[in-house]
């Protein structure tokens, strides 16, 4: 004899919040920058800078992000300014401010 039609549907239900009450306790593991990328990016390696303000905005710290991430910029790291400008565009945990914000044109291969 087969089963009832509902118990399937059940029993998914009791597995799914079983785990959705478990999930809400997880949180990421952020490993730890190695000491000498910290120790590169005060000494103005502007990848290192990038990677530390990556880190700071994975571990929610948005005035050391910001701070990292001008630092990178300043020193004409491409994906702080890419970074920055998308900040700056959509005022996300900065004032929305366009002047910042420098666009050109691209380049064309032909």
């Known amino acids: 004899m087969a089963p009832p ?7 998914a239900g009791l597995v799914f919040a ?3 009450d478990r999930d809400r306790e997880l949180a990421p593991v952020i490993p730890p920058l190695p000491a ?3 120790r590169r990016a005060k000494a103005g390696d502007a990848a290192a800078q990038f990677a ?6 994975a571990l929610e710290q948005s005035k050391l992000m910001l ?3 001008r630092e990178s910029a300043e ?4 994906l ?7 900040l700056y565009l959509n ?3 900065v004032p929305l401010d366009l002047s910042l914000i420098h666009i050109s044109e691209p380049t064309r291969p032909y």
């Open 5 to 11: 039609h509902f118990i399937a549907p059940v029993l």
């Open 80 to 86: 702080a300014q890419t970074s920055l400008g998308v």
């Open 91 to 93: 005022g996300d945990g």
């Open 36 to 38: 000498e990328t910290v």
């Open 18 to 20: 079983g785990c959705t």
């Open 52 to 57: 530390l303000a990556d880190r700071c905005r």
């Open 67 to 69: 701070h990292w991430l």
């Open 75 to 78: 020193r004409g790291y491409p």
